[in-house]
Each structure stands twice: as structure tokens, then as C-alpha cells.
């Protein structure tokens, strides 16, 4: 009893809900800024829009329950669910493995742990770093995963998948 459909073609997306301000500054690495998440989500809806590819987005904590999520993210999810038709919120209780197994393929913010998994169950996966910040050539750090940091370069990857 799946919630996705065999000719359901979706990229499947994993990010990170960054705190806010006053947490993030203290508590999170550079590249973990809601700007640059933001960025990560808006650069692949638009080249997914472009590819009429739809996306499921598994997103880590309750954004309504959560006060410390950073108010430029939250603002974008939302702006997402009001706004967005090809784009699906899977809630937490969905096996990851499901998710990923059903897709075309995943990006991921760096360095969550679900790339390594879909990498472990043979789907294409990358990490997207819109900071520009992450050294690309570092497999060590992202366990062989690669790491994109160029719209360009991720319009390219998504269009060799479908």
C-alpha cells in the first residue's frame, strides 16, 4: 500500500531547517544559513519547474510546531505550499527508503545523512552547496558523494536523469 504512483516522476530533495538568527550564528556551520537553503530550494525548484519534473521535499523538523526555524526559511516553505503545484511535504512518519527508492534521484543540502543512503541503495545522489563554499574535490568529507555548487552543473545532473 505505496503513496507513490509507478509513473510518478520525482526528484527527491532533503534539507536542512535552519535556526533562527540568534541560534544560527552560535550553534550552526557557515554554510548551514537560511539564505543559502533557501537558495538550495529555490535553484532546484526553478530548473524542476523548467523540467516539469516534480519534487518531494522531506523536511527534518515541524515547521509549524517550531519556533526556533529561521524566518526566511519558513516564509519560503510556506511560500512553497501555497504556492507550488508540483511539490509534495513528506511528512516524518514515511519510510526514507520508500521516498528514495521511488525517485529519479536526490539532492541533498550537505552533509545529511540520507545521501549516503540513496548512494547506498544505487540512486543517483549529490550534494548541492549554493554557498559555494564546500571544497568539491573533498570526497573524503561527503563519503564519495559529490558535491555541486553550480545551478549549471545541478540543471545538468537533473536533465541526465530524466
Do not use: Q
Not at 535553484?43 to 519547474?49: F, G, K, L, P, V
Not at 525517485?103 to 549516503?116: D, K, L, N
Amino acid at each position: 500500500n505505496s503513496m507513490f504512483k509507478s509513473d510518478d516522476k520525482y526528484l527527491c530533495i532533503f534539507d536542512i531547517s535552519p535556526f533562527r538568527k540568534s541560534l544560527d550564528e552560535v550553534t550552526e556551520p557557515s554554510i548551514i544559513k537560511a539564505k543559502y537553503i533557501v537558495k538550495f530550494l529555490n535553484d532546484i525548484i526553478e530548473i524542476s519547474n523548467k523540467k516539469n519534473l516534480k519534487i518531494y521535499i522531506k523536511i527534518k523538523r515541524s515547521l509549524y510546531k517550531n519556533v526556533t526555524v529561521h524566518k526566511l526559511y519558513r516564509k519560503k516553505i510556506l511560500d512553497i505550499i501555497n504556492n507550488e503545484k508540483g511539490i509534495k511535504f513528506i511528512e516524518n512518519n514515511l519510510s526514507v527508503e520508500e521516498l528514495i527508492n521511488n525517485s529519479v534521484g536526490v539532492v541533498s543540502y550537505p552533509y545529511t545523512s540520507t545521501a549516503s543512503l540513496a548512494n547506498y541503495l544505487k540512486k543517483p545522489s549529490i550534494y548541492y552547496d549554493p554557498s559555494k563554499k564546500l571544497d568539491n574535490n573533498d570526497l573524503v568529507f561527503s563519503k564519495g558523494i559529490k558535491i555541486l555548487n553550480d545551478k549549471e552543473l545541478l540543471e545538468n545532473w537533473i536533465s541526465d536523469l530524466i
